[in-house]
Every structure is written in structure tokens, then in C-alpha cells.
């Protein structure tokens, strides 16, 4: 049923751009496509409705998502939260993670860090990336919850370790750092070299300011390990 409507199914301009990756390369297709005829939706929304009265998870994200996108419905952020809670309750792992996104930014709920840190945290125990990365980020700014560098770090690595860009810049930015860790020049080079393969520019950046720490041997070590991590899909890493 997801891939019923592969035009909401991904983000076009967001709110959220304190926590989505920017080493990722972005997409138009969102912001491309073009609106649904009115007969087209009608239809399709008798579809996804008879779905979801049945306890469809997919048809009432895909509601909830419509409402939420606001491109093919009138946005409605307080009908949105009531399509994704029904498929969150049931699991769905990206209803739950846009939930953490409605309480933490106060759209069509009362603003609180701490529903949004538990949707995350419900999102997150499923290994998907994107939430990990976010409940690592609310950790490492205080944002509404006591800091704590050490949830902040575990949930960065989780997400890092699924090949998430930005988590492995954050993951860099301790070790060079020193936040919640101790100071490891090395593993910072080889955490900011990996993305920085990608074209990641805030990871490039930073992996040719930490590269004069470190002396040819251990620039080229990293490099290597960098590279089983990446083999090994981060096993061990």
C-alpha cells in the first residue's frame, strides 16, 4: 500500500531542517509533482479510507501524510496527528517518527519535547535512523530534556552505523571534541572521512581540519578502517 502513492512519500520543504540530514543530497521529486485531479482524489481517498476504517496501517499513514503534506488536501496538521496516531499505536515506525516531529515543533498538538522524545524513542527501538538520529540530537542540545552526551552519543552511533550522514558528522564532531567521549582525533578523522566520500561538505571540512592532528600513518590507517567499516556495513565500527 505504501508504494501506492510514491508522491507522499517523501519529504519536499520541511520545518524540521535542525535535525534532517544536510549531507544528503536533496530531492525535487516532492516538490515536482504535480496535484492529484480532483476526481483522481476523491477516488483515492475512498480507497484509503475504506483501508484504514479496517485497521490498515499503511492507508492511515498515507491519509495522515496527505493532510500533514498539504499539497493534495488543504494541510491539517490537527487531522494529520489523528491519521498518524492510529497507525503509530500499531507500530508503524514513520508515523511514530513524524508524531516526534508534530510534538517537538508544536504542529496541530501542544508543543512537548518530551511526547516527542518518547515517539522518537518508539521509532528509534524499531532502527529507524532517521529517529535515532533525532532522539541523539534532542539528548545533545538540552532541548527541553536534561543533556545528557552519553544517550546523545549511543543513539548517534545507532544511526551512524546505519550509514546516516549527519549522525556520523555529530559522531566526528564528539570525538574531536571531546563531548561525551574522550578526545580521539583518529576515530573523529575516519566518522568525518566517511560521509565526507559521499560529498558531505560540512564533512569534508571538518576531516581536512582534523587531518593536521594526526601524522601519515594514522591518516592512512584511518582511511582503511574507514573502508571495512563501510565493507563490514559497520560491524564493530
Known amino acids: 500500500m505504501r508504494g501506492l502513492l510514491i508522491i507522499i512519500l517523501l519529504l519536499g520543504s520541511s520545518p524540521f531542517a535542525w535535525v534532517l540530514a544536510e549531507c544528503a543530497p536533496a530531492s525535487d521529486n516532492a516538490s515536482s509533482a504535480e496535484v492529484l485531479p480532483a476526481e483522481d482524489l476523491a477516488a483515492l481517498m475512498r480507497e484509503l479510507e475504506a483501508l484504514a ?10 491519509i495522515g501524510w496527505l493532510y500533514f503534506e498539504g499539497r493534495h488536501l488543504a494541510r491539517d496538521y490537527a487531522t494529520a496527528h489523528q491519521w ?3 497507525a503509530a499505536e500499531q507500530g508503524d515506525v514513520f508515523a511514530q517518527e513524524l508524531l516526534g516531529d508534530m510534538y517537538r515543533d508544536g504542529l496541530g498538538v501542544d508543543r512537548s519535547v518530551e511526547r516527542a522524545r518518547e515517539w522518537y524513542r518508539r521509532a528509534a527501538d524499531q532502527w529507524l535512523a532517521t529517529a535515532q538520529y533525532k532522539l541523539g540530537m534532542i539528548y545533545s542540545l538540552g532541548d527541553g530534556v536534561e543533556r545528557d552526551y552519553g544517550e546523545a552519543f549511543r543513539y548517534l552511533k545507532f544511526a551512524a552505523a ?3 550522514d549527519d549522525a556520523q558528522v555529530r559522531l566526528g564532531d564528539m570525538y574531536a571534541q571531546g563531548i561525551g567521549v574522550e578526545v580521539d582525533d583518529e576515530l573523529a578523522y575516519m566518522w568525518f572521512y566517511i560521509p565526507a566520500l559521499g560529498g558531505c561538505e560540512e564533512a569534508i571540512e571538518k576531516r581536512d ?3 593536521p592532528r594526526l601524522n601519515l600513518l594514522q ?13 563490514n556495513q559497520f560491524r564493530g565500527c
Do not use: N, P
Open 219 to 231: 591518516a592512512w590507517a584511518m582511511r582503511y578502517t574507514a573502508s571495512d567499516c563501510i565493507e
Open 209 to 211: 581540519r582534523v587531518r
Open 84 to 86: 498518524f496516531l492510529l
Open 53 to 62: 476504517a479496517q485497521g490498515d496501517i499503511d492507508a492511515q499513514y498515507e
Open 162 to 164: 546505519q550509514g546516516y
